[in-house]
């Protein structure tokens, strides 16, 4: 399985953002598919997770309300729609995923894309 994703950009507080992230290669319904960030010099961070067969998401409680998870399974794609960014967004996003069940640690994920980076401006 490889994964890809891009959308990354520079953007200011405020706008919105939506990170794409195809995946090659076959994708079971026991899948989870997460989206994770590592801002500079910090841990990498969860910040939303989808079941791949029943559409059940996760987020972490910094981008509850503003980041929505989403995928659509004709094209193979998850998808990461981020509304109301903020300085504090900032960060290299990358996608994974997991053959077991949902979990926040990325140790929990056994397939990585390769990142794309998301900078806001103040």
């Known amino acids: 399985v490889q994964l890809q994703a891009s959308g990354g950009g520079l953007v200011q507080a405020g706008d919105s953002l939506r990170l794409s992230c195809v995946v090659s290669?076959?994708?079971?319904?026991?899948?989870?598919m997460g989206w994770f960030r590592q801002p500079p010099g910090k841990e990498r961070e969860f910040v939303a997770a989808?079941?791949?067969?029943?559409?059940?998401?996760y987020y972490a409680d910094s981008v509850k309300g503003r980041f929505t998870i989403s995928r659509d399974r004709a094209k193979n794609t998850v998808y990461l729609q981020m509304n109301s960014l903020k300085p504090e967004d900032t960060a290299l996003y990358s996608c994974?995923?997991?053959?077991?069940?949902?979990?926040?640690?990325?140790?929990?994920?056994?397939?990585w894309g390769q990142g794309t980076q998301v900078t806001v401006s103040s």
């Open positions: 989808i079941r791949w067969g029943g559409g059940t998401t």
């Open positions: 290669g076959r994708t079971f319904s026991s899948s989870t």
């Open positions: 994974a995923r997991t053959s077991g069940s949902y979990t926040t640690n990325p140790r929990g994920y056994n397939s």
